[in-house]
Antibody
């Protein structure tokens, strides 16, 4: 059974940093693209970014709102995905979800599995 | 960036009703579109991908259609467990984007 478990959320001051982790199990992690998606309290979903798999050189994509501040990485040996968040802003307050992309084509790169989410609160 | 506009943003319906949600893209995205369902306090769940392909385990009362810039999600006979918020997502180009959501509530 596919399982994604996020950790690392918490309260951080504006301008601070936080690193989220996502532990994956139940599938061949190294084969899959992985995304982070966030949801501000009472708001809709916002795609944060993606890391491709080894076959695609682990390249990354980011939303404009986080580019230059957030970095997505992965460790296939540990079946883990990470989100390093720097220069945090109040508007980064959200639940952050780790998601697995089903495949690597345009037709199949949707999120077919989601973690339970971890809450990040940016406040002074 | 490709903008996705969902309508309506809120709808009130009864059990057994046929419900249609529309998602319009600001430019053509072929059929690279997915639909998700989210219940309060829970992670979203994939319903449909490639605009019209039902994800495994999703009831057949859910149907997706469309291509290009206009897409619809139809629930043929609304069930109590279908009251939730629905989101579309385009996978045509980066950054990937979601629609603003449609909340389906009990009438």
């Amino acid at each position: 059974e596919v399982e994604l478990v996020e950790s690392g959320g918490g309260l951080v001051q504006p301008g601070g940093s936080l690193r989220l982790s996502c532990a994956a199990s139940g599938f061949t992690f190294s084969d899959h693209y992985m995304d982070w998606v966030r949801q501000a309290p009472g708001k809709g979903l916002e795609w944060v970014g993606r890391t491709r798999n080894k076959a695609n050189s682990y390249t990354t994509e980011y939303a404009a709102s986080v580019k230059g501040r957030f970095t997505i990485s992965r460790d296939d040996s540990k079946n883990s995905l990470y989100l390093q968040m720097n220069s945090l802003k109040i508007e980064d307050t959200a639940v952050y979800y780790c998601t697995r992309a089903a495949g690597t084509s345009f037709y199949t790169a949707m999120a077919d599995h989601w973690g339970q989410g971890t809450l990040v609160t940016v406040s002074s | 960036d490709i903008q996705l506009t969902q309508s309506p943003s809120f709808l009130s319906a009864s059990v057994g009703d046929r419900v249609t949600i529309t998602c319009r893209a600001s430019q053509g995205i072929s059929d690279y579109l997915a639909w998700y369902q989210q219940k309060p306090g829970k992670a979203p769940k994939l319903l449909i991908y490639a605009a019209s392909t039902l994800q495994s385990g999703v009831p057949s009362r859910f149907r997706g259609s469309g291509s290009g810039t206009e897409f619809t999600l139809t629930i043929s006979s609304l069930q109590p467990e279908d009251f939730a918020t629905y989101y579309c997502q385009q996978l045509n180009s980066y950054p990937l984007t979601f629609g603003g959501g449609t909340k389906v509530e009990i009438k």
